[in-house]
């Protein structure tokens, strides 16, 4: 009897061997196929959406860089040939007149820089079309500042070139106040002194 005992709880090993194993099998397979899945949702499922607090901060840093290397006084020609008096002799005219120039491509250079950095990073969710309009009235300040710039290289005299300027910062004032408006919707403080 001890035998048939023996042989019938082998028999249950076994058994029970070969059920534990089909479970293990069972279990490894399920865990397999929900581990490809989960794999498979984070690499290529949907992802978080980029949120106003993301580009702000992209977008602060990149004025914060910006600012700290494009320096201080950005139009000191500018602004002497503007307050000089209009019997200025013509070569301290054209001189002026000359490096004046030079301050206002580098203007337009800079929105346009401004705008293509800021136009690079993802739009925030909820904000597309702020966003939007905030790079397209920096490509604006980018077409008045060159227009300004063809019409001060075109000035004949120191009164010519203040009318253009007066032409010039009056034709700004709308777009500026409008990036300061979605500058600060927005939350991108750093790039406030942009215009």
Same mark, same amino acid.
Request: proline share 3%.
């Given at each position: 009897?001890?035998?048939?005992?023996?042989?019938?709880?082998?028999?249950?090993?076994? %058994?029970?061997?070969?059920?534990?194993?089909?479970?293990?099998?069972?279990?490894?397979?399920?865990?397999?196929?929900?581990?490809?899945?989960?794999?498979?949702?984070?690499?290529?499922?949907?992802?978080?959406?980029?949120?106003?607090?993301?580009?702000?901060?992209?977008?602060?840093?990149?004025?914060?860089?910006?600012?700290?290397?494009?320096?201080?006084?950005?139009?000191?020609?500018?602004?002497?040939?503007?307050?000089?008096?209009?019997?200025?002799?013509?070569?301290?005219?054209?001189?002026?007149?000359?490096?004046?120039?030079?301050?206002?491509?580098?203007?337009? %250079?800079?929105?346009?820089?401004?705008?293509?950095?800021?136009?690079?990073?993802?739009?925030?969710?909820?904000?597309?079309?702020?966003?939007?309009?905030?790079?397209?009235?920096?490509?604006?300040?980018?077409?008045?500042?060159?227009?300004?710039?063809?019409?001060?290289?075109?000035?004949?005299?120191?009164?010519?070139?203040?009318?253009?300027?007066?032409?010039?910062?009056?034709?700004?004032?709308?777009?500026?106040?409008?990036?300061?408006?979605?500058?600060?919707?927005?939350?991108?403080?750093?790039?406030?002194?942009?215009?």
């Amino acid at each position: 009897m001890d035998e048939e005992e023996n042989a019938g709880e082998n028999r249950g090993r076994a %058994g029970m061997s070969r059920r534990l194993k089909t479970w293990l099998g069972v279990t490894a397979s399920l865990a397999g196929v929900l581990g490809g899945a989960f794999l498979v949702i984070d690499r290529w499922g949907p992802k978080a959406d980029f949120t106003i607090e993301d580009w702000r901060r992209q977008a602060n840093d990149f004025c914060d860089r910006w600012y700290s290397e494009a320096g201080g006084d950005v139009w000191p020609s500018l602004r002497q040939l503007v307050h000089s008096s209009d019997s200025l002799p013509v070569s301290e005219f054209e001189t002026l007149r000359r490096k004046a120039k030079f301050e206002v491509n580098r203007d337009e %250079g800079r929105w346009r820089k401004i705008k293509a950095s800021l136009n690079e990073i993802k739009r925030p969710a909820g904000h597309k079309v702020d966003v939007d309009q905030l790079i397209e009235g920096l490509g604006e300040l980018s077409r008045l500042s060159y227009r300004f710039s063809v019409d001060l290289s075109q000035a004949a005299n120191v009164a010519e070139a203040k009318t253009a300027y007066e032409k010039w910062a009056a034709a700004g004032e709308k777009p500026l106040e409008g990036q300061r408006v979605l500058l600060k919707k927005l939350g991108a403080k750093q790039c406030m002194s942009a215009g």
